[in-house]
């Protein structure tokens, strides 16, 4: 007889739990906009064995199937899902670099945004030496998407959260901004610029930003141009 020790893989079997994706439709816009709540059935009560594993499983059957993943409360109302997937814009005057960062930040603290406040101050700063007409906030779920508006097509956001790149979105922006980034990224016909944050950006934001207000005739040309900035 003999023996001997190696690695193995440890293999764990799940049967199948029974489960069904039901979808539901929250909201008919008609055209090609339609927002669609899938759920699994039965839900998950949080006393039940194994929970944290059930809801791992849960989580991988969604993304599985339908490609989107999210947990809510089992009396989740209708307007808290869609708070969730669409993207409304909360209008700021322009203020002092003070009462603008307070406005943008909110209560908003992005678990993957650290310094967050320290980044919106700064993107203000930036702003201000091309004097927006109001800055922007997204409601809700949205709270880490900010930005500024300097006409009426002319808008530049980010979100610290999730995206690394700053926007500047033109014709019909309000709609545009409820697309994801791979959506936009894939239309060739979308009217938008994309900065991605690598070394140097904010001086290519500057010039891309002054190019599109000269465009709109709210600046001068660039030669010898120097942003001013509001007094304080």
């Known amino acids: 007889m003999r023996s001997w ?7 764990q079997i799940f049967e199948p739990q029974g489960m069904t994706v039901e979808p539901h439709v929250l909201e008919d816009r008609g055209g090609n906009v339609v927002l669609v709540k899938f759920a699994l059935s039965p839900m998950l009560e949080r006393g039940m064995p194994e ?53 943008l930040v909110g209560s908003a603290h992005p678990a993957n945004a650290p310094d967050f406040k320290k980044h919106v101050r700064e993107r203000v700063q ?20 900010f930005g500024a508006q300097f006409s009426d097509d002319l808008v530049v956001f980010e979100n610290l959260k999730y995206g690394n790149a700053v926007y500047l979105l033109y014709q019909d922006w309000s709609a545009v901004s409820q697309r994801s980034r791979l959506d936009l990224l894939r239309d060739q016909d979308a009217h938008f610029d994309r900065v991605v944050h690598t070394d140097g950006w ?12 000269f465009e709109r005739g709210l600046r001068r040309r660039r030669n010898g141009y120097r942003p001013k900035r509001r007094g304080r």
């Open 5 to 11: 020790t190696k690695d193995v893989y440890q293999h």
């Open 51 to 103: 929970f944290d594993l059930m809801l791992l499983w849960s989580i991988n059957m969604l993304q599985e199937n339908t490609g989107v993943t999210g947990v809510f409360a089992s009396n989740a109302s209708r307007e808290e899902y869609i708070s969730t997937v669409t993207l409304d814009w909360q209008i700021f005057p322009p203020g002092t670099a003070d009462e603008v960062v307070t406005r």
């Open 126 to 145: 930036l702003f201000e030496g091309f004097q927006p007409k109001a800055y922007i906030r997204g409601q809700g779920g949205f709270g880490s998407y």
């Open 202 to 213: 904010q001086a290519r934001l500057t010039a891309l930003l002054h190019d599109k207000l």
